[in-house]
């Protein structure tokens, strides 16, 4: 969530741009400036920066976010006469790149330089450049400032997060009596070794920074019980991991692993392990929790069902679906096989098979937000909610991915009923979610199937009216 909508500091629109926010805006400026240079192919440019630059550019429009004007100064304060014919064109481009239309794109990108957008990139990537300049000693000043501090005074707890430092001072050493450090919310790309020699420390944050991998050094921390590394970019669990003897809590979200080493099945003593937003092999939404979830085990029930399986056996849904309907819900706790717990759980989500099954082939077996094209990731979401057979009806449905059926029950995310564009709550900005933003919906091509606009204009009053006050 946005804390700065619940205690402003600053007058609105003149909040200066997150740390978090700050990495995503400059990667997505290098990137647009690498494709109108010509360094980047069509295969290589990213949809998502295009949709992030479109945010970029609404935000200085539509002036309706606390950082607005940070980031309009950021491009040089121009007219805005002159950012508005850049909104549809970078709509055109996020399609035709998805497309592969290579000469469209080429098109695009020709009208995009007659209107300036390189210019206006170097010159937010200047001013970006300047202000880290300024700002990056001072930060590590205060980092080091800090440390002293707490090891001067023998403190237990340290915070060092949202401090944009890339690395942590060596002096860090010293801090032997810290039980709980905080380096969230930096630009650190590697974890220091040095933080091995801090054997008292029971709680290490090191989510939203710029790490790739775990060291070996991690294993030294044997106090350990909470080890927090989400949105982060590392690729692999080491075995070393394993050494963490009383960890409790292990959170890996939002990074690109894709396997669960075997020393973490042995780990007794892990209660809850997160690794949600991650390419695993099993849902996601089981890998997110340690407790008991709608019947489908705990942690030790998961990972044993992990690595006896690997892959859940999809065409087993389609059975399972039939005795669900036919029989009605049942009671989970009947069901000894874990296996086939998580199965009717995967059903129970995805909704009634006829409905399911007719919204999948309206939108070509897509979630029509996302792009998801996954099918049993996908599940049946009603616009207005279920209240009998009566509400499964095509145009009161959408198929969308498992996390944005959620996003969109509980109105953190709806659709402007006039412009079909996503819209987001504020709670999912500076989150994965913020590229959804301004996202237009993928309408299926039998209009007599898209959605209705009265169900669309509910749905989308409703989320009004939770935030109205934001």
Request: aromatic share 6%; glycine share 6%.
């Amino acid at each position: 969530m946005d804390t700065r909508k619940k205690n402003p500091k600053w007058e609105f629109g003149r909040a200066p741009i997150s740390v978090t926010m700050q990495g995503r805006y400059n990667y997505t400026v290098q990137s647009m400036i690498d494709f109108l240079e010509g360094n980047a192919t069509i295969e290589e440019i990213e949809p998502d920066k295009i949709s992030e630059l479109k945010g970029m550019f609404n935000r200085c429009l539509r002036k309706d976010q606390w950082d607005w004007l940070s980031v309009f100064a950021r491009f040089g304060s121009p007219k805005r006469e002159s950012l508005t014919p850049l909104i549809p064109l970078l709509i055109d481009l996020r399609r035709s790149v998805i497309s592969g239309e290579t000469q469209i794109v080429g098109s695009i990108s020709q009208r995009l330089l007659q209107l300036d957008l390189l210019r206006l990139l170097r010159t937010f990537q200047d001013a970006s450049y300047s202000q880290s300049n300024n700002t990056e000693s001072l930060t590590r000043e205060e980092a080091t400032r800090r440390i002293g501090e707490a090891a001067e005074e023998k403190l237990t707890e340290l915070d060092l997060s949202g401090l944009s430092l890339k690395e942590l001072p060596p002096e860090i050493v010293k801090c032997t009596h810290l039980t709980r450090l905080d380096l969230s919310d930096n630009r650190i790309t590697s974890i220091p070794d040095a933080l091995g020699q801090l054997l008292n420390l029971t709680q290490l944050q090191l989510g939203y920074n710029k790490i790739t991998s775990i060291p070996d050094a991690l294993g030294q921390m044997s106090s350990l019980t909470g080890l927090f590394l989400g949105d982060n970019q590392i690729t692999t669990i080491p075995e070393v991991i394993g050494k963490l003897s009383n960890l409790k809590e292990l959170g890996l979200p939002n990074n690109q692993i894709a396997e669960i080493p075997k020393a973490i099945r042995s780990m007794k003593n892990l209660e809850h392990l997160d690794l949600r937003g991650n390419p695993m092999p099993i849902p996601p939404q089981i890998l997110g929790y340690g407790q008991d979830l709608e019947g489908c085990g705990d942690l030790r029930t998961i990972l044993d069902f992990y690595f006896h399986t690997r892959n859940p056996v999809l065409p087993e849904l389609d059975a399972e679906r039939q005795k669900i309907e036919h029989e009605g819900y049942f009671d989970a706790e009947t069901l000894q096989d874990a296996r086939r717990r998580i199965t009717a759980s995967i059903v129970q989500r995805q909704g009634q098979a006829g409905f399911r099954r007719k919204l999948l082939i309206a939108y070509g077996g897509r979630c029509p937000i996302t792009d998801c094209d996954v099918e049993s990731a996908i599940e049946a979401a009603h616009i207005i909610p279920y209240q009998g057979t009566q509400t499964n009806h095509l145009t009161n449905g959408l198929p969308l991915r498992a996390d944005i059926h959620t996003l969109f029950d509980l109105h953190l995310l709806s659709i402007r009923p006039d412009t079909k564009e996503i819209v987001i709550a504020p709670e999912l900005v500076g989150t994965c979610y913020q590229d959804l933003a301004d996202r237009k919906l993928t309408l299926p091509q039998d209009q007599k199937t898209a959605p209705n606009q009265n169900t669309l204009s509910k749905h989308y009053e409703t989320f009004l009216t939770k935030y109205k006050s934001g």
